[in-house]
């Protein structure tokens, strides 16, 4: 019948249908006026990683964490899609938090940190690349050059301060959700996060396939130590960026079954649901 259905009906219809029911299952419902906005937001709910949940988690998160926000481009889906308590968003680059506390200074949901995240306090050098989206604490390989261009260019060096999660938050009684975007610098973050991964929930991180910055991490790094160091488990991931024909990074949410008590998508069989380790 579904076959059927979408055979004979208009393509907009079926793709309506589909949007406004990934949306539902990320816990937003469309008003009569944001019918004509569904593509726009569902495309929203994928590009923030609300559709890697299953129905009914991602409407329930009170606490969300954006490290490396940049400009904001992350925040502003979620909050296109989700009503978070208390959303924290942090950056170092001293001109997109300028951006930052534009977008969201009024919100009194929103705090914003101009800091850099790493395993310890101080100061660090970022290096700002000619996109700031590359922006990282460490060099950037010259030979990524040749998949992405001129923009990972290093265009200048700010020193910029530099504090650990455990010390940010310190004052959270849990992290519902932990986005991590800092390229190629996540094994430090995660080593200033030891107390902070105990109450959270979810962890939305980037995962790299390919070394895109000297010493910077890579999948098996942050797999090994959310799964293996925090108990975490994999339990879904975008499908990957490809630069040049080479499969570049993809987002992975990890699960903390200690807070987690049921991670079951019943859109499917019994026999096909994840086994807690």
């Known amino acids: 019948m579904k076959r059927f259905l979408k055979f004979i009906l208009p393509n907009g219809l079926v793709d309506f249908i589909r949007d406004r029911r990934k949306l539902r299952e990320a816990g937003r419902k469309l008003s009569t006026a944001e019918i004509f906005s569904s593509r726009r937001l569902a495309i929203e709910a994928d590009m923030c990683g609300l559709t890697l949940f299953p129905p009914g988690h991602a409407e329930n998160l009170r606490y969300v964490v954006d490290v490396g926000a940049n400009v904001g481009q992350w925040s502003g889906m979620l909050l296109n899609c989700i009503r978070p308590e208390k959303l924290i968003i942090v950056e170092p680059i001293p001109d997109a938090f300028a951006v930052l506390q534009k977008t969201f200074g009024n919100n009194p949901a929103v705090d914003l940190h101009n800091a850099a995240i790493g395993e310890r306090e101080g100061v660090a050098k970022l290096k700002v690349t000619r996109h700031t989206t590359g922006a990282s604490l460490l060099q950037p390989r010259a030979e990524m050059r040749a998949l992405v261009g001129e923009n990972w260019e290093v265009a200048a060096e700010v020193e910029v301060q530099m504090t650990t999660l ?30 902070t991964l105990t109450k959270t929930k979810f962890v939305l991180i980037e995962l790299n396939f390919m070394p895109q910055y000297d010493g910077g991490s890579w999948l098996g790094d942050i797999h090994e130590t959310l799964t ?50």
């Not at 519902?176 to 430090?188: A, F, H, M, R, T």
């Not at 490809?242 to 570049?248: D, E």
């Open 166 to 195: 455990d010390r940010l938050l310190a004052f959270l009684p849990e992290v519902s959700l932990l986005k991590i975007d800092v390229q190629g610098y996540e094994k430090p973050v995660l080593a200033g996060a030891k107390q």
């Open 228 to 277: 293996r160091d925090s108990g975490f488990f994999l339990a879904n991931a975008t499908a990957p960026l490809v630069l040049n024909g080479r499969a570049s990074m993809c987002d992975g949410l990890y699960v903390n079954p200690n807070l987690v008590q049921e991670w079951i998508d019943h859109r499917f069989p019994t026999t096909c649901n994840p086994v807690k380790p």
